[in-house]
């Protein structure tokens, strides 16, 4: 597609359901980022693949939080038991390989956990 | 640690002036650092970018300036139209890397 597609766009979740947060990325865009959002705040560093690879899942908050690329392109995240405090924007972004890596956002999902 | 600031969480601008929106960081290591632009509803979208061999570079309408001896970074935007009202992250990156880091974000509206 002509740019990063994420779904759904918005999602309300009841405290301890699961939830499945997807990301369609720019064809051919090797490297994909997910990014947490809180409202006011700056982006933060969930995830990063490189193709299929996961080579940095450092910044999920806790062991609820799962993100996988099986295929090298689609890509999502998954978080389980939700609770409050995962309410935010979840922000995908991919970039083509390169040693600048500007990066290619889509519009985020905003979950909130009631 | 790492952390990217920035020193004002807003501005205020009158349609046709210049604005500056500055940033401080704090990470020696890195080596590219880049502005985006971030719409209400929207994803963060790229404006500049700037190595840390380069002083300044400008673009359409907007300039990035870097003083590497106080880290400190800022973008011009010249001539600030209502287009320009959004939300301003500075993000900084290790070529060596991969992951970029942001900061909080100044929120520059402009007056008609």
């Known amino acids: 597609g002509a740019g990063v597609s994420q779904s759904p766009r918005y999602k309300v979740a009841k405290r301890g359901q699961d939830v499945a947060l997807r990301c369609d990325p720019i064809?051919?865009?090797?490297?994909l980022f997910w990014y947490q959002q809180a409202l006011g705040q700056g982006p933060e560093f969930l995830t990063y693949?490189?193709?299929?690879?996961?080579?940095?899942k450092s910044g999920l908050p806790s062991d609820r939080f799962f993100a996988e690329r099986p295929e090298g392109s689609v890509s999502t995240l998954k978080i389980q038991r939700t609770q409050q405090e995962d309410s935010a924007v979840y922000l995908c972004?991919?970039?083509?390989?390169?040693?600048?890596?500007?990066?290619?956002f889509g519009e985020g999902s905003r979950l909130t956990v009631l | 640690g790492e952390s990217v600031g920035l020193h004002l969480p807003t501005l205020s601008v009158q349609e046709g002036d210049n604005s500056i929106i500055n940033c401080a960081y704090s990470n020696s290591a890195s080596d590219y650092f880049i502005w985006y632009k971030q719409e209400s509803g929207k994803g963060p979208q790229f404006i500049i970018d700037?190595?840390?061999?380069?002083d300044k570079r400008q673009g359409q309408r907007v300039t990035v300036l870097l003083n590497k001896t106080v880290k400190h970074l800022s973008l011009q935007i010249a001539a600030t139209q209502p287009g320009d009202s959004a939300v301003y992250f500075c993000a900084e990156k290790n070529t060596g890397g991969f992951k970029t880091i942001f900061g909080a974000g100044t929120r520059l509206f402009v007056k008609a």
């Open positions: 064809s051919g865009h090797v490297s």
């Open positions: 693949f490189q193709n299929e690879a996961q080579l940095d």
């Open positions: 972004a991919t970039s083509q390989q390169g040693i600048t890596g500007e990066l290619f």
């Open positions: 700037i190595r840390s061999n380069m």
